[in-house]
């Protein structure tokens, strides 16, 4: 499943500045992850990794920008835990 959305900056001290830009990012499901997620060239928390962490016994999915083009930026990646029960 992939979301869009925008990301928005601004400064209103010091030197006036602000930018928008658009993005999309990749909610996976790491317990059923799609076909081309092993391709992905930054290696991430397993979801077993992440119950582990997060003492959940649930469905994990990552919010995440995957690579495009050969190319690999991602500045925040989200985990999302759901309990069982």
Avoid at 49 to 61: H, I, L
């Amino acid at each position: 499943q992939f979301l869009e959305g925008h990301v928005t900056h601004a400064r209103s001290l010091e030197a006036k500045h602000s930018f928008r830009y658009g993005l999309r990012m990749a909610l996976i499901d790491l317990d059923h992850p799609p076909f081309w997620w092993s391709q992905e060239p930054i290696q991430r928390l397993t979801a077993q990794e992440v119950r582990d962490a997060a003492g959940t016994s649930g469905n994990v999915k990552l919010l995440t920008s995957p690579a495009a083009a050969g190319y690999h930026q991602n500045p925040i990646q989200i985990y999302f835990c759901e309990e069982n029960g």
